[in-house]
């Protein structure tokens, strides 16, 4: 167990609205991770971050934007949330070292 | 685009040992192989990994072959918890690109 929780579990929407995801980790990582993903994929990068107010995009980061205030918390927000956002969408943490990753729980988003 | 190559789909017995392959002929001498599984929608799961040499931990056994251009992933006596998704990743950095994996149906 990381330590990672990610908050909502699930959330239904509207397009159009914003929402937010949470990413908590207690350990104090510097890298954090968002992905997404969908029925018959793998796990696709939205944005990672590699320190405070440090990010960078990843894969499939359109329609997304992150920050990272302080060293626990990594926030997902779409800032306009589209049907094709629906998704589970997992937040991840790697420690130091040899690039291990441990993932949260995930989060289901449902867009209507 | 994954760096790597797996089968879609595999069977095991339970208590046989399953041998998951994957291909990464395109691996760099700096980047490292991991494995991880997913359970049904849980998070993925860390299970092992390696740069050269062979890795054993609790888990399974990860055996890469002397050109590195493929590896094997082992878990010597699977049980129908081991029924999951199982994504072999080549990176030499923290960001991962994931491929669709191996699902692995362990049966009774």
């Known amino acids: 167990d990381a330590g990672i929780t990610q908050s909502p579990r699930h959330k239904v929407t509207e397009t159009g609205t914003p929402v937010t995801l949470r990413c908590h980790q207690t350990e104090n990582h510097r890298y954090m991770y968002w992905y997404r993903q969908d029925p018959g994929h793998g796990l696709r990068l939205i944005h990672y971050s590699y320190g405070v107010k440090d990010t960078d995009k990843g894969e499939v980061s359109d329609g997304y934007s992150v920050s990272r205030s302080k060293t626990e918390d990594f926030l997902l927000t779409l800032e306009s949330a589209t049907s094709s956002q629906t998704s589970v969408y997992f937040c991840?943490?790697?420690?130091?070292?040899?690039?291990?990753?441990?993932f949260g729980p995930g989060t289901r988003l449902t867009v209507t | 685009d994954a760096k790597t190559t797996q089968p879609p789909s595999m069977d095991c017995a339970e208590g046989r040992a399953a041998n998951l392959p994957c291909n990464h002929s395109t691996i760099s001498g700096n980047e490292y192989v991991y494995w991880y599984r997913q359970i049904h929608s849980q998070g993925p799961q860390y299970i092992i990994h390696g740069l050269k040499n062979n890795e054993t931990n609790e888990m399974a056994s990860l055996i890469i072959t002397e050109d590195r251009k493929s590896s094997t992933l082992i878990l010597p006596h699977a049980t129908l918890r081991d029924t999951a998704v199982y994504y072999c990743?080549?990176?030499?950095?923290?960001?991962?690109?994931f491929g669709t994996g191996t699902r692995l149906k362990v049966l009774a």
């Open positions: 990743i080549v990176t030499g950095t923290y960001k991962y690109i």
């Open positions: 991840a943490i790697a420690t130091s070292g040899d690039y291990e990753q441990y």
